[in-house]
């Protein structure tokens, strides 16, 4: 059974940094694609950034130059820096693995960003 959560949410001022981390269980973030989703109040969920097999990414303009996604493939995770946070980053963090053609969400933790 394939499982990921998320960890390292919390309050950060603007122009603050946090770095969020998905641990996957049941697949390896190695070899299937991993991304970062985020829910604003009131808003839609929207795609963040992803991580592909090999050596590929790819960033959702709204973050791009601000948030880098990685990983590390001896603790089965996907990290998420996210640097020169605005109070419109604040939102639900989800995290979302696809394995096998389906799509397997984490429950998600609250980033808020404010002075």
């Known amino acids: 059974q394939v499982t990921v959560v998320e960890s390292g949410g919390g309050l950060v001022q603007p122009g603050g940094s946090l770095r969020r981390a998905c641990a996957a269980s049941?697949?390896?973030?190695?070899?299937?694609?991993v991304a970062w989703y985020r829910q604003a109040p009131g808003k839609e969920r929207e795609f963040l950034a992803a991580?592909?097999?090999?050596?590929?990414?790819k960033y959702s303009d709204n973050v791009e130059g601000r948030f880098t996604i990685s990983r590390s493939n001896t603790k089965n995770e996907v990290y998420l820096q996210m640097n020169s946070l605005k109070s419109e980053d604040l939102g639900i963090y989800y995290c979302?693995?696809?394995?096998?053609?389906?799509?397997?969400w984490g429950p998600g933790t609250q980033v808020t960003v404010s002075s």
């Open positions: 979302k693995a696809i394995w096998r053609g389906n799509d397997f």
């Open positions: 049941g697949m390896s973030v190695m070899t299937n694609v």
């Open positions: 991580i592909y097999p090999g050596a590929n990414w």
